[in-house]
């Protein structure tokens, strides 16, 4: 079954970088495009970043534009970001997404997700 498990979570101060990875199995990894969202208790989840099936394409929202980068390393099944220049509206629980597509349609699976916390 696919499985997505996220780490690198944490307490960093303001200004601080913390790197996440999500490492994937279950499914042809290097054929699917894969994404990372946020999400704060009473809101709705938010699309961070997405890197297409080959890492060649990548697309941020405009709130972490300049800060975060997404990649990934498709023989580790692993996709990261790297969050740079964290601010305490960063703090959020981070999902690893992944969209696949079967002949009956599409579904989106998540990992349970990981804290990041911004905070002096």
């Known amino acids: 079954q696919v499985q997505l498990v996220e780490s690198g979570g944490g307490l960093v101060q303001p200004g601080g970088s913390l790197r996440l990875s999500c490492v994937a199995s279950?499914?042809?990894?290097?054929?699917?495009?894969m994404s990372w969202y946020r999400q704060v208790p009473g809101k709705e989840r938010e699309l961070v970043a997405t890197?297409?099936?080959?890492?060649?394409?990548?697309n941020y929202a405009d709130s972490v534009k300049g800060r975060f980068t997404i990649s990934r390393d498709n023989p580790k099944n692993t996709v990261y970001l790297q969050m740079n220049s964290l601010k305490p509206e960063d703090t959020a629980v981070y999902y690893c997404s992944a969209r696949i597509y079967y002949t009956t349609g599409k579904v989106d699976y998540w990992g349970q997700g990981t804290q990041v916390t911004v905070s002096s």
């Open positions: 279950g499914f042809t990894f290097s054929t699917n495009v």
């Open positions: 890197i297409s099936s080959g890492g060649s394409s990548t």
